[in-house]
């Protein structure tokens, strides 16, 4: 353990402690808390420990699943990268927002979306019985979706805000402005796509991806574990933190990737993380430290 993570580990509450002891099941952000890719999000390199944590769950029958709001992949696409850089994944344990969108759209019976996306987006959506419609022209659909699309056009915005005037809800796949790579922080797209629909039709924007609790719901049917009964840990102090919260799950910060520790500091007490470790090869320590395999997990 490192100097900074035998310092949190010294302040850690016991209760949180505990929580992680008895955790049942684990939800990771990947870039910035188990990897570091470029800014085009390739060149994935494991952070320290980010392996060994998730070696150990796996031994130790503890379900885990990796969670990113990135879509410039399918799911997976991206569990095929994270296995070749010796990841022991599952396929369905790789999540990205098109898997929360897809439980989303079919429980509001929404079958027909525009998709503002590359291949990442828009395969597992067809995969998952949705009719995407490209952006072109003046199409009637039920939702509009933006995700990772550094190719969006003015004429895609016009279809767009045509498909809301014409009644589409919009939903978008994160609202970060920026996450983390090898780089430093680089900018996404789902937020500046989907608040151009915004300023164009007064359209209310439903997010999909974290923090939202459509995400960590997905991850938890996924694992077959209850929200209270998770661990999140993750980087970015206006994402997986405050989902945790709101589920109610325990909220573990790291220091790898765009929130050092004091951004997480300075937030309210009620949005501040149960756990703050400097990274995944602490959280492991701590997670040793707290008697390893929880009773009843996985």
């Known amino acids: 353990m490192t ?3 035998k310092a949190e580990a010294g302040r850690a509450e016991p209760a949180a402690v505990e929580r992680l002891r008895a955790a049942h099941g684990f939800v990771f952000d990947l870039d910035g808390t188990l990897v570091l890719g470029d800014r085009r999000n390739h060149r994935l390199a494991p952070l320290p420990g980010a392996l060994a944590i998730t070696g ?3 031994r130790d ?3 885990f699943a990796v969670l990113t709001n990135g879509t410039a992949r399918t799911p997976a696409q991206y569990a095929t990268a994270l296995r070749e850089l010796g990841f022991e994944l ?16 079919a429980r509001r019976g929404q079958g027909r979306v525009m998709v503002l996306g590359t291949e990442g987006l ?10 995407v419609v490209p952006p072109r022209g003046r199409p009637r659909v ?3 979706l933006a995700g990772w699309y550094r190719q969006f056009t003015m004429d895609a915005l016009e279809s767009a805000c045509h498909a809301v005037w014409g009644g589409a809800a919009v939903y978008s796949c994160s609202q970060s402005r920026f996450f983390a790579t090898a780089e430093g922080r680089e900018m996404g797209t ?3 796509i989907s608040a151009m629909v915004h300023s164009m039709t007064g359209c209310r924007v439903e997010v999909v991806g974290k923090p939202s609790l459509h995400a960590l719901r997905s991850a938890a049917r996924r694992l077959g574990v209850r929200l209270p009964d998770l661990a999140v840990a993750g980087d970015d102090p206006e994402l997986e ?17 765009i929130g050092p520790a004091d951004a997480f500091a300075r937030l309210p007490a009620a949005r501040r993380p149960h756990l703050s470790v400097a990274g995944v090869d602490d959280l492991l320590a701590l997670y040793d430290t707290a008697g390893g395999a929880p009773a009843g997990g996985g």
């Open 3 to 5: 100097a900074a993570g």
């Open 56 to 58: 150990r769950l796996r």
């Open 61 to 63: 029958g503890v379900p």
């Open 90 to 105: 599952d396929a369905d344990r790789m999540l990205t927002p098109a898997v929360s969108a897809l439980d989303v759209l």
């Open 122 to 131: 828009t395969a597992p959506l067809e995969e998952g019985g949705i009719d």
């Open 142 to 144: 039920d939702a509009v």
């Open 190 to 192: 789902s937020r500046a």
């Open 241 to 257: 933190v405050p989902m945790a919260r709101r589920g109610r799950s325990l909220a573990v910060a790291v220091a790898t990737g």
